[in-house]
């Protein structure tokens, strides 16, 4: 449904600017860049985790279809259809 995708992309930005603030912060604190991409790469995964699967929170608010239509089984003898017009040059 709409309502849980809007949710599921929420949760996946917040995770991963949280992560990449956090992540900055003690990458500049320690002067390692290296725990900087840990630290996203860890938050890129726990979003994945949390988003990607589906999860029954995602869906409370399921679309309501419309009811299958039975088509004819009879099809249209070549006799029957209406010769298309082209345009004249």
Sequence with gaps: DYK????????FQG???VSAVIGFIYGYITE?????VYIVMAGF?????????????YRRN????LPV???????KKPADRKPKRHAKS
């Design 45 to 57: 995964a726990l979003s994945c985790l949390l988003t990607l699967p589906p999860w029954p929170m």
């Design 4 to 11: 849980g995708q809007k949710l599921a992309e929420q949760i």
């Design 62 to 65: 399921p679309l309501k279809w």
């Design 69 to 75: 239509q039975e088509s004819g089984t009879e099809e």
């Design 15 to 17: 995770i991963i600017l």
């Design 32 to 36: 390692q860049f290296g725990w900087t």
